[in-house]
């Protein structure tokens, strides 16, 4: 029994000393200060690192007033290059290596786990059209003009004209192809993986010239004017990205723009988060800026890169806050470890935005060069 209690004291004091170096106290009076409940959370995390940070919280056993700023905060402070030694500690935001991300066996199970799990959860959540990416908050005041604003920033960038037809990869609930066939006049095809986001996407645009699939990409053999791909790229998986980039190449007509929208990482990576994969986004992981160069070599003219991540935080602030004032006319669909859960992926998640670990990319390509589109 001592050697238990030993055990157990020495695991939190390592906890609170690399804590402390970041500026966070166990159970401290700030905001960003973690409220400890069970005093076996110290050994979970130093065991199972963040997936059991992050299951110690749907189990209870912790809180946080401020989630997004304790992770603004253990980001900041680069806590995954100060540890060292046999406790192999994994406070950090592990990355796992994964075999089979992004397969078309798999494809599928992303649409499953994630998208389909409640159109009502996502309608709570989200703007009026339902846009599941980050928005472009440069001049606007709510979530709902950012979000247009971003859907238009999208056409412009490809120069979208009436009559044209596009190609959206990964179209959700149909909010850009809804959006183009309004304001531009086109026709859209927009191909998604959740059998949820087909039945509502052909439910809201039934009376537009646009068509949602339930495909895989790789099943795409038609031409295009313009292809927009809008947060699906994170699906892929790094040993598929040169063939994604194969299929919009055939997809898109010699003079037509590609506009990949994408979250990206400062470093090169082969998996995801753990905890993030198992709840959230199975199958996932960040392309970063060599990656997606090398998938792109000999096929395509880079003609714009732009980053806008840090709206990614707000974007995810705004999600936070519909979750939150709308919880009460959703909850009886889920329960609370689910409150627990998409609580802290959302918080979480602002936090990486907010210490720029995480990007968001709109890159526009070309087959041969169009500087005069662009």
Known sequence: MQEIITRMRKEKQIIESLLYD???????????????????????????????????????WWDCEQLDQLFHKLILAELDRKVRGDLNMMLKVAWSAVIGIGSKLKAFEIGRHHYDIGNDLYRAMLD??????????????????????????????IGLRHGQKILDIGS???????????????????????????????????????ETRLQDYRDINEKFDHVVSLGMFEHVGYKHYRDFMKIVHGALKDDGLFLLHTIGGNRSVRGTNPWIGKYIFPNSMLPSVRQISKAIEGLFVMEDWHNFGAYYDKTLLAWHNNFENNWDKIKSNYDDKFYRMWTYYLLS????????KNQLWQIVLSKKGCPERV
């Open 22 to 60: 970041a500026g966070i106290t166990i159970n401290g009076s700030e905001p960003h200060d973690p409220q400890v409940h069970n005093e076996n959370f110290y050994g979970r995390v130093l065991r199972q690192g963040s997936l059991g940070l992050g299951e110690s919280y749907m189990d209870g």
């Open 128 to 157: 009026k059209r339902l846009t599941y990416t980050c928005g472009y908050w440069k001049n606007a005041k709510n979530l709902n003009e950012a979000q247009e604003a971003k859907l238009d920033l999208v056409c412009e960038k």
């Open 172 to 210: 959700g609930w149909g909010s850009f192809i809804g959006f183009a066939a309004e304001k531009y006049k086109v026709s859209a095809v927009g191909v998604t993986i959740s059998k949820e986001q087909k039945e509502l996407a052909d439910k809201l645009y039934r009376n537009l010239p646009v």
């Open 349 to 356: 998640c602002a936090g990486s935005f907010r210490a720029r």
